[in-house]
């Protein structure tokens, strides 16, 4: 007889969860996450510096689970090779998520750069869930990034990703290794899982040079956290992000902020 599966957690069952999981591998993490969710579940990566880590553990359990990107059609040649090549040597399945309509929509919309950042000075505009309106690079983000990552999401019940709490911002700090999400248009809560939210830079370099995996190009270059061509400068010091939007007050494009998790307040 068949195994059953793992029933679904609510959100008290995900905080003991949390308290459980902090001193668990990311692997171990992982395995639950997927043995737990499978198939409502997918890894998200915007094929950065560091991205070949999370993506190999990944496959190392079921090459199956599908790799969310979001092609917002302004990353760098070298990220789309980066894409490519993991992809290709670990067996997984890349989903390109672009903006809703397509390419050609957007672009008959928004005929001028939304991401010029030398226009754009100074426009940050606060999150989509305070249902304000967005200008500029905020914009250029919904539409690219945040959009079509809910529309990614809709289906599923969880997903990965690789964020970390030394990751630079306050936000990233107070990540969790479960959040949970209750999104008004759906009936069944999102478990987003952060298996590497304790981990450092060390631990995370570490995993990438023993297991040989890739890394994007840009690295040598001084580039250490990388998204779109247009808003992405090399690092100046230890702060990895401070390339991104430079000289804006942006520091995230949306993905990890439109909401905040039902369990940041418990
Ligand atoms: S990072 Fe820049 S180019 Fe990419 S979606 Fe955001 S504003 Fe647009």
């Given at each position: 007889m068949?195994?059953?599966?793992?029933?679904?957690?609510?959100?008290?069952?995900?905080?003991?969860?949390?308290?459980?999981?902090?001193?668990?591998?990311?692997?171990?993490?992982?395995?639950?996450?997927?043995?737990?969710?499978?198939?409502?579940?997918?890894?998200?990566?915007?094929?950065?510096?560091?991205?070949?880590?999370?993506?190999h553990m990944v496959s190392e359990i079921d090459r199956t689970v599908p790799v969310?990107?979001?092609?917002?059609?302004?990353?760098?040649?070298?990220?789309?090779?980066?894409r490519d090549e993991i992809a290709d040597r670990f067996g997984l399945t890349v989903e390109n998520w672009e903006v809703w309509g397509g390419r050609p929509r957007f672009l008959a919309h928004y005929p001028d750069d939304l991401n010029k950042l030398e226009t754009l000075d100074g426009l940050a505009i606060p999150e989509a869930a305070a249902g304000k309106v967005h200008t500029?690079?905020?914009?250029?983000?919904?539409?690219?990034?945040?959009?079509?990552?809910?529309?990614?999401?809709?289906?599923?019940?969880?997903?990965?990703?690789?964020?970390?709490?030394?990751g630079g911002s306050e936000r990233r700090?107070?990540?969790?290794?479960?959040?949970?999400?209750?999104?008004?248009d759906r009936p069944e809560p999102t478990v987003?899982?952060?298996?590497?939210?304790?981990?450092?830079?060390?631990a995370l370099w570490r995993y990438i040079h023993d297991h040989e995996i890739?890394?994007?190009?840009?690295?040598?270059?001084?580039y250490k956290s990388i998204g779109c061509a247009p808003c992405t400068l090399p690092a100046q010091g230890d702060d990895e992000r401070s390339g991104r939007w430079s000289g804006t007050q942006k520091i995230e494009c949306g993905i990890h902020t439109s909401q905040e998790p039902l369990n940041y307040s418990i």
């Open positions: 068949l195994a059953a599966p793992p029933s679904i957690p609510n959100l008290e069952e995900i905080e003991r969860l949390n308290q459980e999981f902090e001193a668990a591998t990311p692997q171990e993490i992982l395995r639950w996450a997927i043995e737990t969710y499978r198939p409502r579940i997918a890894v998200t990566s915007s094929f950065g510096a560091s991205s070949g880590a999370i993506l969310v990107f979001l092609q917002t059609h302004y990353h760098f040649a070298e990220t789309l090779k980066l500029g690079i905020d914009l250029c983000c919904w539409h690219n990034k945040v959009e079509p990552l809910e529309r990614a999401l809709r289906n599923r019940l969880a997903y990965i990703t690789s964020l970390r709490r030394d700090r107070r990540t969790r290794i479960l959040e949970f999400y209750q999104r008004p987003k899982v952060n298996p590497m939210a304790n981990w450092d830079k060390k890739p890394v994007h190009e840009l690295w040598a270059e001084g």
